[in-house]
């Protein structure tokens, strides 16, 4: 069942006169449960593709459907809770908060809900992660490893259907990438559909299908 | 929860901005309190019942003002005249115009037997112009006051804007210390309403705070400039002054318009907020280099570099920053127009023989608006000057970080921003005395007015000057070893 479709996906930036076309009609199907990866050299609109399909950025043409829902047929308030309780991102420079502790970081996504995090489900995903030990540190005072835990945590703790993790090993020593990507291996085995931008073949090799991704269009 | 826990942490992590921001704010209240009780108050006569009289075409005519009708009645006894009185005056009309002096006198004696110890009857009394029956002198009293009202008015406005354009400036300096939050917020989920919230309830609960310091700080000036006047035995003077008054409405008027500046601030701060765009948050790169591999590069080009780099500094300044030097350079100009009618209004008379104490208050006092304006004007554009150093420094960390790992030295680039910085404080304050002299001598030549130089406003240009260049040096000292310095030990290894 697919979970992702994406129709005919076309993408341009305009620079001055210039327009520099970064996704070319690109069309895809992502299926429920898959772990993917998408790679490609530097500049061929990876990162784009992925900020389209988390609804971070609207494509010039074609449309997204995630969970049989339009994304980009809905204003920018509901895309941005559609995103908040159904996508998650998760980013290669961590991006936590820096002046709230890893507790805090991990329950704003409930909290921009107006609803307390579950703390059971709290424990239970940074037990999962083994960070529970330092959820009452700042970003500044954990390590590399531990600030993308505590984003793949922030990631989860609303239940995201479809996780989207832009180079989440791009700034990690080899043996963190390997805790990390045995994370995501335990998540898309509990059922969590794992969308992943990488240059690391290594990286790619931990996942079910790898898209390739040249000069804006799928090779 | 959200808001709460947010401004609650923002609270020790920029707690820095948010006092930069308040002490804007707490300027523009303060300001707007000020002009406002100044507008406000009344003016003092001397407490002195007047007896304008005058005679423009020798028809004479004299009016007693200030009196209540229990006590013009006393005059009905004068003879010659037909009196009429209304609001406050008693109008006298002669019926033979021979009889001037004897009538005046008459009233002077009525007016001494009752109000001897409670008003003062001088000879510097202003006298009044009866013109084809009018009271020309009336007018010139509505005229006066309306002016003042006006004038302040358009202080009030000058002041408010400039005050506006600083609020902007240091609410989009905290804007752009928050851009990654913002971002990292957006990627999350969060919503424009959440985000206009967020900031909107934050740039409330700094205006209340500013109300609560701003206003009575104001009214505080006010009152001390005006009592310590008051204080001075001005009754050999005929000056006018104001006297404090303090009327509720007008704080809460004062409270309104400061609203309305803080209210205009957000609406374009939150245009910026919401073109932050979230999908930066991962598109941003960090520049990698290797410091070992091009250390000495340019240890090489040290003799030409620091012209090289600050020729570039220098081209490549943006649109915004010298826009930045004409805002500060318009500012200075108005200073320097205030501070020569500040000093045309007190140091006139005063500039040959004794100067009277009384005289010397009474003059203070009556221009205490244009003294306090030209203060508040500095102020802003010394915030603007400390503002704008902040912003160049920040811009220029990263290349700075690259510089010092390609090998450049940190003092050459110190002095690199140094030449940099003198250039501009140079041609801001010299263009903003040049357009300001421009303005004054243009201004004052229209309304035949000769521009004043004494000891003390030499000495106040010379010291404004030290403050300017102290303020740029200071601010590009503190921000260089704040964005720069540390920036170069810490990613570096410098």
Known sequence: ?219 | MFYKLMYKRGMHKYRKSYINILCVFILTLSMLSFTSIYCDSHYNYNDAVLIPAMTADWTCDIRVKNITEEEAILYSRIPNVDMVYAAGNLDFVLLDTNEFETVLEQIRTILNSQHEHIHEITDTTPTIYVYYGRDVRNNIDDYYDNGVRIGTAVFQAILTAIGAVSMVLIYSDYIRQRTEDIRTLSAIGITERQLHRLFFGECNVLYLLSVVIGIPLGGGIAYVFFKVCEWVDMSDTNSVYPVFDLHITSLLTTALIGYMAVYITFQIILKKILRIDASYTCAESVIEFDPDKFRGFYYKATPHFRAFFARILRKRSSTKSKSLVVLIASIIALSIVMLNTVNYAIGREYSHGEIKPSELAAAISATSLFIMSTIYAILYSLAIVAIFTKRQMESNAKSTQILYALGADEHILYSCFHRYMLRQFTSSVLSGFGVGYAATVLIFSSVNHTIYINLWFIIVHLVLIVLYYFVYLFSMKKYFNENCRSTISEEAGG
Request: charged content about 25%.
């Open chain 1, 1 to 219: 069942m697919a979970l992702l479709e994406i129709k005919h996906i076309r993408k341009e930036f305009v620079s001055g006169t210039r327009t520099v076309q970064a996704l070319k009609d690109i069309t895809l199907t992502i299926e429920k449960g898959e772990m993917v990866a998408i790679t490609g050299p530097s500049g061929a609109g990876k990162s784009t593709l992925l900020q389209i399909c988390a609804g971070l950025m609207r494509p010039t043409k074609g449309n997204i459907c995630l969970d049989g829902k339009d994304l980009y047929a809905l204003n920018d308030d509901k895309l941005a809770e559609f995103r908040r309780n159904h996508i998650s991102y998760i980013l290669q420079h961590f991006n936590l908060l820096p002046m709230l502790t890893a507790h805090e970081n991990i329950a704003i996504p409930s909290l921009l809900n107006d609803v307390k995090p579950d703390e059971t489900v709290l424990r239970e995903i940074t037990d999962t992660l083994g960070i529970t030990e330092r959820l009452e540190h700042f970003p500044a005072e954990l390590s590399g490893g531990e600030q993308q835990r505590v984003g793949i945590a922030r990631s989860l703790i609303n239940n995201p259907a479809c996780i989207f993790a832009d180079e989440p090993t791009g700034n990690l020593d080899g043996g963190t990438t390997k805790d990390v990507m045995d994370l995501f291996c335990r998540l898309n085995e509990a059922g969590k559909t794992i969308v992943i931008v990488t240059h690391d073949p290594e990286v790619a090799r931990y996942c079910h299908r790898e898209i390739t991704i040249v000069d804006g269009m799928i090779r």
